[in-house]
T-cell receptor, first 115, second 115 residues
């Protein structure tokens, strides 16, 4: 079946502009996660959704970052007034549950470059 | 806090050599432990997992044993192949209250296998 998809695959933006990154999880998966992969910081958790609510936003680095999920499916990560340090690969993952053994399935990521 | 520490890479081996990638963790509570792999140009995918002490996860010839006494989850393979060249990430998850199974990753270890 279809895996997690993300769009765009690459995004180049100027400093100060807003960007939206999209994630389409695997159908039926209730949990959705955003992570960021950068050279300096490795793989970092950003935010977690269960259905349409976000019980854990602890990884969002600043109030310029926000995310929403609608219909228990598609999620959008928005970065306002982008900065160069926002350059990274943004990964989305979905999971059928949130138990300790629930596997997370990752999308291919969106590579964001802020110039 | 909760964290994962992996041996630094890159690791370069000849084909059919024995592989060990060390991973230790710090966690409050009883985590599940994972190894994820990222092949060149591909997304993160689960390699193996273990959910309780003394469990052994295995897949594709790779093994890792959950050692609570040493807080370790070292990855091993008896005979590596060129196709095993990738970046390997050790990770843990704690499902408590609203943590929702977010993954905490180590910094990743790049493995290069030469023919």
């Amino acid at each position: 079946g279809a895996g997690v998809s993300q769009s765009p695959s690459n995004k180049v933006t100027e400093k100060g502009k807003d960007v939206e990154l999209r994630c389409d999880p695997i159908s039926g998966h209730t949990a959705l996660y955003w992570y960021r992969q950068s050279l300096g910081q490795g793989l970092e958790f950003l935010i977690y959704f269960q259905g349409n609510s976000a019980p854990d936003k602890s990884g969002l680095p600043s109030d310029r970052f926000s995310a929403e999920r609608t219909g228990g499916s598609v999620s959008t990560l928005t970065i306002q007034r982008t900065q160069q340090e926002d350059s990274a690969v943004y990964l989305c993952a979905s999971s059928p549950g949130v138990g300790l053994s629930a596997e997370q399935y990752f999308g291919p990521g969106t590579r964001l470059t802020v110039t | 806090g909760n964290s994962v520490t992996q041996m630094e890479g890159p690791v370069t081996l000849s084909e059919e050599a024995f592989l060990t990638i060390n991973c230790t963790y710090t966690a409050t509570g009883y985590p599940s432990l994972f190894w994820y792999v990222q092949y060149p140009g591909e997304g993160l995918q689960l390699l193996l997992k273990a959910t309780k002490a003394d469990d052994k996860g295995s897949n594709k010839g790779f093994e890792a044993t959950y050692r609570k006494e040493t807080t370790s989850f070292h990855l091993e393979k008896g005979s590596v192949q060129v196709s095993d060249s990738a970046v390997y990430f050790c990770a843990l998850t704690l499902s408590a209250n609203n943590q929702g199974g977010k993954l905490i990753f180590g910094q990743g270890t790049e493995l290069s296998v030469k023919p």
